[in-house]
């Protein structure tokens, strides 16, 4: 699997204007609540000034991801085939259960209430693309077990 992280259009631009949010406008607020954490005095006891640099370490790794999702991001297409491929929505039944689990498969920007969402990466996420409907695949877990799963949707 290439190291390109599939995205729909709607992710890719949240995360392209939050990253532009964070990187211009935070950054300068985050600024000026250190500079005024600062002038309160000694900053070994300034509870302000930790709390501002605590969250700007925080925000800035989140930077850093989204800078990743962007870089590495592909837009893929959705829609319009019964064919398993990052992006859709995909429903599969195990073997031997009647229970129909639903797995967006993609990146967790992609998440939508409701459904889990699987790496294309994964072994079963693998297993599955390229796949249409009605077909069995079976992939080995992580830990050896060998699982049959049914494609019975693709959203």
Same mark, same amino acid.
């Given at each position: 699997?290439?190291d390109r992280?599939?995205?729909?259009?709607?992710?890719?631009? +949240?995360?392209?204007? =939050?990253?532009? @949010?964070?990187?211009?406008?935070?950054?300068?607020?985050?600024?000026?609540?250190?500079?005024?954490? +600062?002038?309160?005095?000694?900053?070994?006891?300034? %509870?302000?000034?930790?709390?501002? #640099?605590? =969250? @700007?370490? #925080? *925000? =800035?790794? +989140?930077?850093?991801?989204?800078?990743?999702?962007?870089? #590495?991001?592909?837009?893929?297409?959705?829609?319009?085939s019964d064919? *398993?491929?990052?992006? *859709?929505?995909?429903?599969?039944?195990?073997? %031997?259960?009647?229970?129909?689990? +639903?797995?967006?498969?993609?990146?967790?920007?992609?998440?939508?209430?409701?459904?889990? *969402?699987?790496?294309?990466?994964?072994?079963?996420?693998?297993?599955?693309?390229? @796949?249409?409907?009605?077909?069995?695949?079976?992939? =080995?877990?992580?830990?050896?077990? #060998?699982?049959?799963?049914?494609?019975?949707?693709?959203?």
């Open positions: 699997m290439s992280i599939p995205l729909s259009q709607d992710a890719y631009d +949240r995360i392209k204007a =939050e990253h532009q @949010q964070l990187t211009t406008e935070w950054r300068l607020d985050i600024a000026r609540k250190i500079e005024a954490a +600062r002038e309160l005095g000694d900053l070994s006891e300034n %509870g302000d000034y930790h709390a501002a #640099k605590e =969250e @700007q370490g #925080k *925000v =800035e790794g +989140r930077i850093a991801h989204l800078a990743n999702l962007l870089e #590495k991001g592909e837009i893929v297409e959705q829609g319009g064919e *398993v491929r990052p992006g *859709v929505v995909v429903g599969i039944r195990y073997e %031997g259960d009647d229970e129909v689990e +639903r797995y967006l498969l993609g990146s967790i920007e992609e998440r939508v209430e409701g459904t889990e *969402v699987m790496s294309p990466g994964s072994a079963l996420g693998q297993a599955l693309i390229g @796949q249409k409907v009605g077909e069995s695949v079976e992939y =080995e877990t992580p830990t050896g077990a #060998k699982l049959t799963v049914e494609i019975v949707s693709v959203d």
